[in-house]
């Protein structure tokens, strides 16, 4: 058990029958009454983030997470299947958990598993990923200057907004935590 007193940013506690990890948290003394601490905890299974109030030395469950570094491999229809590179041991993935991080892996790429004892609760990808662009309108010359964008098809069947003189055939290296273009390579 945790108290209040142990908060930190990414730690990941039990509340209300649920995962949820600290996001921010703010130690607060009013002149009047008790201290507490104020909290923004985000769902660990389904993204949803909450305010929360704990009063000060308030006990809750801190749980134990882990995060393991794997290799993707392939995906079989249903499930995503990764390898362990130290032990060569290979894990498959229900497909629901990736969600919308399936547009933004690639064969071989590295990716983390972050697990609890029993299960595994999220897969976190690398800061950016290189992708080809498959579709998208010929770019124009001179259109370097503006801010107008047009919609561009990966590879991965991601569809991003990209400036005018993007071409079919460029890579492009695409943030995993937004989905947003970054830059040409």
Do not use: W
Request: proline content about 3%.
């Amino acid at each position: 058990m945790a108290s209040t007193a142990d908060f930190r940013n990414g730690m990941v506690i039990m509340y209300k029958d649920n995962l949820y990890e600290i996001v921010e948290f703010l130690h607060v003394k009013p002149g009047k009454g008790g201290a507490f601490v104020r909290t923004k905890l985000k769902n660990v299974k389904t993204g949803q983030v909450i305010d929360n109030t704990f009063r000060s030395g308030e006990k809750v469950e801190e749980v134990r997470v882990e995060k393991k570094k794997m290799e993707y491999l392939y995906n079989d229809g249903m499930h995503y299947v990764v390898m362990n590179p130290d032990t060569y041991e290979q894990v498959e993935i229900n497909e629901d958990l990736f969600g919308d991080k399936k547009y933004l892996i690639k064969e071989n790429m590295e990716i983390a598993l972050i697990q609890t004892d029993d299960e595994i609760i999220d897969i976190e990808l690398p800061t950016t990923v290189n992708l080809k662009v498959v579709e998208c309108e010929p770019g124009v010359k001179g259109n370097t200057a503006t801010n107008v964008t047009k919609s561009a098809k990966l590879e991965s069947g991601l569809e991003v907004q990209v400036p005018l003189f993007i071409n079919k055939g460029d890579v492009l290296k695409i943030d995993t935590r937004t989905n947003q273009y970054i830059e040409r390579v």
